[in-house]
C-alpha cells in the first residue's frame, strides 16, 4: 500500500480545533453544572461525553492506521465504530426522554457535535504533526 504525504497542519487549523474542542466540551460542562438535573443524570450525561470523545478519537485513529498501511484487526475497527455510534445513540436516547426543553436538548447535542467533531481534529493534527517532524528528522 502506497503511503500519502502527510503535511504539517497549519497554526490556524490546529488553533481552531483546539479552541472547537474546548469550546464543545467546557459548555458542555458547564451546562451540566448549572443543569436543574439529578447527580445521576449528569454524571450519565458527562460519561456519555467522555466515552463519545474517547471513541471518536478511537475511530479517527483506527482509519488512519489502515490509510497509513498499519495493521488494524477488523475486530478493533468495528468495535472503535460501534461504540462511536452507541455513544450517539445514548446521547439521543438520554435527551428524547430528558424532561428538559427543547432548547437544553439542542444545546447539548450541539456541543456534543462540536465536541466530537473537534476531537478528531485535535487528533488529525497530533499525528500530523508527529509525522511531519519525524520526516524532518530523516
Same mark, same amino acid.
Given at each position: 500500500?502506497?503511503?500519502?504525504?502527510?503535511?504539517?497542519?497549519?497554526?490556524?487549523?490546529?488553533?481552531?480545533?483546539?479552541?472547537?474542542?474546548?469550546?464543545?466540551?467546557?459548555?458542555?460542562?458547564?451546562?451540566?453544572?448549572?443543569?436543574?438535573?439529578?447527580?445521576?443524570?449528569? =454524571?450519565?450525561?458527562? $460519561?456519555? /461525553?467522555?466515552? @463519545?470523545?474517547?471513541?471518536?478519537?478511537?475511530?479517527?485513529?483506527? !482509519?488512519?492506521?489502515?490509510?497509513? =498501511?498499519?495493521?488494524? $484487526?477488523? /475486530?478493533?475497527? @468495528?468495535?472503535?465504530?460501534?461504540?462511536?455510534?452507541?455513544?450517539? !445513540?445514548?446521547?439521543?436516547?438520554?435527551?428524547?426522554?430528558?424532561?428538559?426543553?427543547?432548547?437544553?436538548?439542542?444545546?447539548?447535542?450541539?456541543?456534543?457535535?462540536?465536541?466530537?467533531?473537534?476531537?478528531?481534529?485535535?487528533?488529525?493534527?497530533?499525528?500530523?504533526?508527529?509525522?511531519?517532524?519525524?520526516?524532518?528528522?530523516?
Amino acid at each position: 500500500m502506497e503511503r500519502k504525504q502527510i503535511n504539517q497542519p497549519s497554526a490556524a487549523f490546529i488553533a481552531a480545533s483546539w479552541t472547537a474542542f474546548f469550546i464543545g466540551t467546557i459548555a458542555f460542562i458547564i451546562g451540566l453544572w448549572n443543569a436543574d438535573m439529578q447527580l445521576n443524570e449528569k =454524571g450519565y450525561y458527562f $460519561t456519555v /461525553l467522555m466515552f @463519545g470523545l474517547f471513541s471518536a478519537i478511537s475511530v479517527q485513529k483506527a !482509519v488512519r492506521d489502515q490509510l497509513e =498501511g498499519i495493521p488494524v $484487526t477488523n /475486530l478493533y475497527y @468495528g468495535i472503535a465504530w460501534f461504540v462511536t455510534l452507541l455513544s450517539i !445513540v445514548l446521547l439521543t436516547v438520554g435527551l428524547w426522554n430528558a424532561e428538559l426543553q427543547r432548547s437544553e436538548k439542542g444545546f447539548y447535542a450541539m456541543s456534543f457535535v462540536l465536541s466530537m467533531f473537534s476531537a478528531i481534529a485535535v487528533q488529525k493534527n497530533t499525528r500530523d504533526m508527529k509525522t511531519a517532524k519525524e520526516k524532518e528528522l530523516f
